[in-house]
């Protein structure tokens, strides 16, 4: 009786499932997009019909099929499917589920694909205390992660799991969902006899962003408005206004926020405005904090253009002022017009590498004392030491300058800023040639002060 009871249950919920849990395909010739991985005669798609699989973690943005493929492998393996949710499972879950898969292992032989979606959210200990049963064999692990595994997944961990890389699907890939969703009688709208127009069907598409979940849950939404008014059929209006927004690709904290600001600093170090104030969009319309953006623009003008135009980091200060002064979206405009002159201005990372260069000596080379005649001696005692002597101001000299030995002893002679040839470091160059030159022509000899 329980068993006919827990039956109609699971028929009830299957019922009132969304449309995208409803429609998940059984079996990999079900499943579209990836065909890179589980396409005929993949490495992947013949390990899975072999039942020779090893744990993987399957790594891609959302809406691209990991939970499916997941359940795809337990089914065609004929393995247990046990399903935890990081966010809201801890030590204990697992454990229950480890249990679980090990007595279901000794009784009945049959082996427990344990997957656990969004496994980066699982701390250290909560990962670890998974390694011993990977290893036995207790459990084939499948982890789902939108977050690059490189950094979220613990080593050990990931040396005994293949990462698989899930794509977004394409266009064609996710107006074939759709479109077999409002087909299916038995699981989609078939029976509701809900059409779409091409217009539509290309909103739905294009706003989706590679996300199956996303456009068949604005789908079934999208659906309800149909036939009321003079609506025979869902329309591009009724898509956009059931979609609200377009499917999030982006997370603030995550991976593609470290992706995006990287594609901003390397389209601007590639002199690219139009890229340029592209990535800058993005990263504004995905919620990005635009103090931490316009930080990551003022570390562009020193990094990447220094003295070959000084005022890059005058115009980036300013434009900080003006986003903590305005915020958003007022502040965007000033982040654009700092944006484009940075990727229009002359680059050199002349600074950085000089930076970099004296910052190695400093760690790696002997620290000897200031020289005596660079010291300042505001007491007889130590200008009998003989601090400040032999010190010669550079004011007495022809053209303000004077040579003398500035460096420890033992760095003597060493050279850490090269400007380039590029804007204003063009004429700082020669200026700089000038006074090597002063500088190698008083190498041995005494310098006499202007009279």
Same mark, same amino acid.
């Given at each position: 009786?329980?068993?006919?009871?827990?039956?109609?249950?699971?028929?009830?919920?299957?019922?009132?499932?969304?449309?995208?849990?409803?429609?998940?395909?059984?079996?990999?010739?079900?499943?579209?997009?990836?065909?890179?991985?589980?396409?005929?005669?993949?490495?992947?798609?013949?390990?899975?019909?072999?039942?020779?699989?090893?744990?993987?973690?399957?790594?891609?943005?959302?809406?691209?099929?990991?939970?499916?493929?997941?359940?795809?492998?337990?089914?065609?393996?004929?393995?247990?499917?046990?399903?935890?949710?990081?966010?809201?499972?801890?030590?204990?879950?697992?454990?229950?589920?480890?249990?679980?898969?090990?007595?279901?292992?000794?009784?009945?032989?049959?082996?427990?694909?344990?997957?656990?979606?969004?496994?980066?959210?699982?701390?250290?200990?909560?990962?670890?205390?998974?390694?011993?049963?990977?290893?036995?064999?207790?459990?084939?692990?499948?982890?789902?992660?939108?977050?690059?595994?490189?950094?979220?997944?613990?080593?050990?961990?990931?040396?005994?799991?293949?990462?698989?890389?899930?794509?977004?699907?394409?266009?064609?890939?996710?107006?074939?969902?759709?479109?077999?969703?409002?087909?299916?009688?038995?699981?989609?709208?078939?029976?509701?006899?809900?059409?779409?127009?091409?217009?539509?069907?290309?909103?739905?598409?294009?706003?989706?962003?590679?996300?199956?979940?996303?456009?068949?849950?604005?789908?079934?939404?999208?659906?309800?408005?149909?036939?009321?008014?003079?609506?025979?059929?869902?329309?591009?209006?009724?898509?956009?206004?059931?979609?609200?927004?377009?499917?999030?690709?982006?997370?603030?904290?995550?991976?593609?926020?470290?992706?995006?600001?990287?594609?901003?600093?390397?389209?601007?170090?590639?002199?690219?405005?139009?890229?340029?104030?592209?990535?800058?969009?993005?990263?504004?319309?995905?919620?990005?904090?635009?103090?931490?953006?316009?930080?990551?623009?003022?570390?562009?003008?020193?990094?990447?253009?220094?003295?070959?135009?000084?005022?890059?980091?005058?115009?980036?200060?300013?434009?900080?002022?003006?986003?903590?002064?305005?915020?958003?979206?007022?502040?965007?405009?000033?982040?654009?017009?700092?944006?484009?002159?940075?990727?229009?201005?002359?680059?050199?990372?002349?600074?950085?590498?000089?930076?970099?260069?004296?910052?190695?000596?400093?760690?790696?080379?002997?620290?000897?004392?200031?020289?005596?005649?660079?010291?300042?001696?505001?007491?007889?005692?130590?200008?009998?030491?003989?601090?400040? %002597? &032999?010190? *010669? +101001?550079?004011?007495?000299? #022809?053209? /303000?300058?004077? @040579?003398?030995?500035?460096?420890?002893?033992?760095? %003597? &002679?060493? *050279? +850490?800023?090269?400007?380039? #040839?590029? /804007?204003?470091? @063009?004429?700082?160059?020669?200026?700089?040639?000038?006074?090597?030159?002063? +500088?190698?022509?008083?190498?041995?000899?005494?310098?006499?002060?202007?009279?």
């Amino acid at each position: 009786m329980m068993d006919l009871f827990e039956a109609n249950r699971q028929d009830l919920l299957a019922s009132r499932a969304p449309l995208a849990t409803r429609m998940r395909p059984e079996s990999l010739d079900q499943l579209i997009g990836q065909d890179h991985l589980v396409g005929p005669g993949t490495l992947l798609r013949r390990a899975i019909e072999a039942d020779k699989l090893s744990s993987l973690i399957l790594w891609g943005p959302p809406g691209t099929g990991k939970t499916t493929l997941a359940r795809i492998v337990a089914t065609t393996t004929k393995a247990h499917f046990a399903a935890v949710s990081a966010v809201t499972s801890g030590v204990a879950d697992l454990r229950a589920a480890i249990k679980a898969a090990s007595d279901r292992l000794a009784m009945h032989g049959q082996r427990t694909v344990l997957f656990i979606d969004e496994i980066h959210r699982f701390n250290k200990a909560q990962q670890d205390a998974i390694l011993p049963h990977v290893e036995d064999g207790t459990v084939v692990l499948i982890g789902a992660t939108t977050e690059n595994p490189s950094f979220e997944v613990n080593s050990p961990l990931l040396s005994r799991a293949r990462v698989i890389t899930l794509r977004p699907l394409g266009d064609d890939d996710i107006r074939a969902i759709v479109l077999r969703a409002l087909s299916d009688d038995e699981r989609g709208l078939g029976r509701q006899g809900i059409a779409i127009g091409n217009e539509a069907l290309d909103a739905l598409v294009n706003l989706a962003n590679g996300d199956a979940r996303f456009a068949l849950n604005t789908l079934e939404f999208a659906a309800t408005g149909v036939g009321y008014g003079d609506r025979p059929e869902i329309d591009a209006d009724l898509v956009r206004e059931a979609a609200q927004r377009r499917a999030a690709t982006y997370d603030k904290t995550g991976g593609d926020h470290f992706d995006a600001i990287s594609a901003l600093h390397k389209t601007l170090r590639g002199s690219d405005p139009d890229a340029a104030l592209y990535w800058l969009a993005r990263m504004l319309e995905r919620g990005d904090d635009p103090l931490y953006v316009v930080r990551r623009l003022v570390r562009f003008a020193t990094e990447d253009i220094g003295l070959a135009d000084p005022r890059a980091l005058t115009l980036a200060m300013s434009a900080q002022q003006a986003v903590h002064f305005l915020g958003l979206p007022e502040g965007a405009l000033a982040l654009a017009e700092l944006t484009v002159y940075l990727a229009l201005a002359p680059k050199s990372n002349a600074i950085h590498r000089g930076y970099g260069a004296a910052r190695t000596d400093v760690i790696e080379t002997r620290n000897d004392p200031v020289p005596l005649h660079l010291r300042n001696a505001p007491t007889s005692l130590m200008a009998a030491e003989g601090y400040g %002597a &032999g010190y *010669r +101001y550079a004011h007495d000299y #022809d053209g /303000g300058i004077v @040579a003398q030995q500035n460096l420890p002893e033992n760095l %003597a &002679g060493r *050279r +850490y800023y090269e400007p380039t #040839d590029r /804007g204003f470091e @063009a004429d700082l160059g020669r200026r700089l040639t000038e006074i090597r030159a002063v +500088y190698e022509r008083a190498t041995g000899a005494i310098e006499e002060p202007r009279s």
